[in-house]
């Protein structure tokens, strides 16, 4: 890897990134690359060309690609620079990258409004079209750039990587060749050719795509040189934290700060409009002054949320048919099938709040302006764009006046897509007219958590004399993430559906006629995606009450749900090869179990089978094994197919057995990890995973294989016990009290 030059900020200098400006423009110069450490740096004096916003080259062949990706150790960012470099035919080994500049109108993600954003499995499959039709017009540029200097017909052309072959004369251009006479001519276009999706490369001519790439950016996370926003260090810095209300929606009413003050290092305490902040010369001074404070917050009515008299709640309102909430999903006649039916099964199920639990502590830095209508802001975030536009207006001025600088992000999963730091941190920035880092701690980002909702599930199927289902109802109760996250107004606009909610709770199973309900619930608590967004329950609940159905007509479970997907040839391949692969239907060891379930999520088609023990003195649930097959369309690069998979169990088995935040008071009762317990090393399962790539457009992975855990550990469990579980977590406190041990 070649050496890098760095600012003191941590970002790459502009020399380091491109040596020099001066290249040929279409769209926008690159701007310096704000968190990626290339795989390869441009060479010392080279001048490079800028084809398009996305692609930049050297003439000594070097790429730079702009990725518009958060990278948060899911591999994103390398597996969208495998597909533009696959399109333009880049030799992959002088391919680095960088973040580009918030520039939503060209870098954003078409399936989330081109908003630049990276959530909900959704980088690949949103930018795989736009990125291909990208590389593939870079391509055509280059070539045709080879054609017009050596006055031969485009269509004699092709490419190999990184180079433009002209065969009848034996004659052959390197990209960085083409770069270097390019600039400063008019061989160039003065727009980027429009490409037919016809003319994009097909799955068998692949040359990068579908092998196993080593990720951009693990060198620099083991040699320690990755930069997260924690690591930023700026001239005249100072730290602050906050203590925050702890009832969301409160005010400080009376702010004792004498204590905080005396003590060494701290300068200043700030009032904000739910916490008061606290800036100090150093982080430990800041965390000092914060445990010194005595601050009286405002009454709200969240004050009397207890979440388990909520859930209860919640299962009522799930219950109570004749609110029929907001329609999702309206197929066929409904009413008539359970009016016709000879047999109506019924059952209800729920999840509680749960935490994302990610690494690194929540941070910021921030500088505002002398003015107080600029900013210039150091983040990990999953909503680049949204956090830029968000800052513009708490500052009251324009975009253009926000840079903001990304990072590598010490774990996302839902949490760092809001803003929720920037309230806290522009306010203490103009307060000190100094460079402000602000950091959470981790009891405050517990007692803060934006969660991911609690919910209630009501669930009917419809049978008929011959056990098959002719009638779906489900009724989901929670509260609204698209409400709180973003504005009443934006859930009233999508006609009352909390699509960040419901996900999930749409099914490939065939049954002709299915009622899907939103059911709102309000009770001030914060909440927001979490890793599998709402499949992350919705799935629980589909595959433990599919699996309720099959053992009523003692079916197996297995061979229901092929009956029921008879027309999705994808979900039965999936489905038989895990079968298969786990010895599904075989005899197993007395106290172990096997169970099952498949979903389509994120448009990836996933089965799964879990072996689980149970201890019925104690409670407790073991997962030994879990098998995995997966058919997500192309798969770019299968090694990270495979750790994200991994880490999809890990999460997904963690969620199911341990993960639950309660609320007493309106007061989140965890602190930390102490006492919001996750799966621990020990506790791993062997992990057993088949990728079937199909040539199909690339689809998500990051959350495809987690909401198919817990129905594995619940129907594995019924197995065991003869006993339905539909409660997560399943706590060695509920398996006693569904047990009855």
Aim: glycine share 8%; proline share 6%.
């Amino acid at each position: 890897m070649g050496k890098i030059e760095r600012n003191t900020n941590g970002t790459l200098s502009r020399r380091g990134f491109l040596q020099s400006s001066a290249g040929l423009t279409f769209a926008l110069t690159l701007p310096t690359a704000l968190f990626a450490r290339p795989a390869a740096a441009l060479a010392d004096n080279a001048t490079a060309a800028a084809v398009g916003a996305w692609v930049t080259i050297s003439p000594d062949g070097a790429v730079v690609l702009a990725i518009p990706v958060a990278e948060m150790g899911q591999g994103s960012s390398t597996g969208l620079a495998m597909v533009l470099a696959e399109e333009m035919d880049a030799d992959w080994s002088r391919v680095s990258i960088t973040y580009p500049p918030v520039k939503p109108e060209i870098f954003g993600n078409p399936i989330f409004g081109n908003m630049m954003v990276t959530y909900g499995s959704g980088s690949i499959r949103g930018y795989w079209d736009k990125v291909r039709l990208q590389a593939a017009a870079v391509r055509n540029v280059l070539m045709q750039a080879a054609a017009d200097r050596w006055q031969v017909p485009l269509g004699e052309l092709h490419t190999e990587p990184s180079l433009v072959v002209h065969a009848a004369s034996n004659r052959s251009m390197s990209y960085g060749e083409i770069a270097g006479f390019a600039q400063g001519s008019t061989i160039m276009p003065a727009a980027m050719p429009v490409i037919d999706k016809s003319a994009l490369k097909k799955m068998a001519d692949y040359r990068i795509l579908g092998k196993n790439t080593p990720r951009l950016d693990i060198p620099g996370k083991i040699d320690g040189s990755a930069l997260y926003a924690i690591d930023v260090q700026v001239p005249n810095i100072v730290y602050a934290t906050v203590l925050r209300t702890p009832v969301e929606g409160g005010t400080p009413e009376h702010v004792d700060d004498a204590a905080a003050l005396k003590v060494p290092g701290v300068l200043k305490v700030v009032p904000l409009k739910n916490s008061v902040g606290v800036v100090a010369e150093t982080i430990e001074a800041a965390f000092k002054g914060r445990s010194a404070l005595n601050v009286s917050w405002s009454s709200v009515p969240t004050d009397s949320f207890d979440s388990a008299a909520g859930m209860k709640e919640f299962l009522a309102h799930a219950a109570k048919l004749d609110d029929k909430g907001v329609s999702y999903v309206a197929k066929g006649n409904v009413d008539d099938a359970f009016a016709k039916a000879a047999k109506v099964m019924t059952a209800q199920y729920s999840s509680e709040y749960v935490y994302h639990a990610q690494m690194e502590p929540m941070n910021v830095t921030a500088s505002v302006g002398p003015g107080g209508d600029s900013a210039e802001i150091w983040i990990g975030t999953q909503g680049v764009s949204p956090n830029a536009f968000a800052a513009a207006a708490m500052l009251k001025t324009t975009p253009d006046k926000i840079k903001l600088n990304q990072f590598y992000l010490g774990g996302g999963y839902g949490r760092r897509s809001p803003a929720d730091m920037l309230p806290e941190v522009l306010p203490l920035a103009k307060a000190m007219q100094r460079p402000v880092k602000l950091i959470w701690t981790r009891e405050q980002d517990v007692k803060s958590a934006q969660m991911r909702p609690m919910t209630g599930h009501q669930v009917e199927a419809a049978l008929d004399a011959d056990g098959k289902v002719t009638g779906w109802r489900h009724r989901v109760v929670g509260e609204s993430v698209v409400a709180y996250r973003g504005t009443e107004k934006a859930l009233e606009n999508n006609k009352g559906l909390d699509n960040i909610v419901l996900e999930g709770s749409k099914h490939e199973y065939g049954i002709a006629n299915q009622s899907i309900a939103y059911l709102r619930e309000q009770r001030g608590i914060a909440v927001a995606a979490w890793r599998g967004i709402g499949a992350g329950y919705n799935k629980f609940v589909i595959e433990s009450f599919i699996d309720e159905i099959a053992n009523a007509q003692n079916k197996d479970p297995v061979a229901f749900r092929l009956e029921l997907l008879k027309d999705e040839p994808r979900a039965q391949a999936v489905i038989k090869a895990v079968a298969d692969k786990s010895g599904w239907g075989k005899a197993s060891a007395a106290v172990h179990a096997l169970g099952f379930s498949y979903a389509k999520v994120v448009e990836t088609y996933v089965a799964a089978v879990g072996e689980i023990s149970l201890d019925t003195k104690t409670g407790i649930v073991r997962a030994h094994r879990f098998w995995l097959a997966l058919d997500p369309g192309i798969v770019l690069n299968p090694d990270s197919v495979l750790a994200q998979t991994e880490g999809n169990v890990i999460f997904g088995l963690s969620q199911t057995l341990k993960e639950q935040v309660s609320i007493s008071g309106g007061q989140v009762q965890q602190n930390n990890f102490y006492d919001y317990p996750v799966l621990r090393m020990s506790e791993m399962p062997e992990i057993d995973i088949q990728l079937m790539p199909t040539d199909n457009p690339a689809k998500g992975i990051g959350e495809a294989s987690l909401p198919l855990i817990a129905p594995c550990v619940g129907n594995a469990l019924f197995k065991l016990t003869g006993k339905r579980f539909r409660a997560l977590p399943i706590s060695p406190e509920r398996v006693k009290a569904v047990t009855g041990v």
